[in-house]
């Protein structure tokens, strides 16, 4: 059981990326999944989620808008599509998945945590 995260990279403000977070061993249309991130010396902040099934989808203010969380079921992946990227949005990005969406990322819901990709905004 694990995800991996994949996407990241170094973009100049206005640009775009599409992060993936990839299952493996469990099927991620019967959980929820998150997006957070962590910029150096900033607490871990939530992100995007998408509920398990119908995929209602929730947004912190910052990137409503701009981001937009999708999951596509035959892949087994979750993607997170950034748009107008600002120097703001820099940061190390993870998903985690578990019963029921929170953005707080030290909810007890989320189990299963990937290592991370990491997501520079820089001209």
């Known amino acids: 059981v694990q995800l991996a995260e994949s996407g990241g990279g170094l973009v100049q403000p206005g640009g775009s990326l599409r992060l993936a977070c990839a299952a493996s061993?469990?099927?991620?249309?019967?959980?929820?999944t998150g997006w957070f991130r962590q910029a150096p010396g900033k607490e871990r902040e939530g992100v995007s989620c998408?509920?398990?099934?119908?995929?209602?989808?929730y947004y912190t203010d910052s990137v409503k808008g701009r981001f937009t969380i999708s999951r596509d079921n035959a892949k087994n992946t979750v993607y997170l599509q950034m748009n107008s990227l600002e120097p703001g949005d820099t940061a190390r990005y993870y998903c985690?998945?578990?019963?029921?969406?929170?953005?707080?990322?030290?909810?007890?819901?989320?189990?299963?945590w990937g290592q991370g990709t990491q997501v520079t905004v820089s001209s």
């Open positions: 998408i509920t398990s099934g119908e995929g209602d989808t």
């Open positions: 061993g469990f099927t991620m249309d019967y959980y929820a």
């Open positions: 985690a998945t578990g019963k029921g969406c929170a953005l707080d990322p030290l909810s007890p819901r989320y189990d299963v």
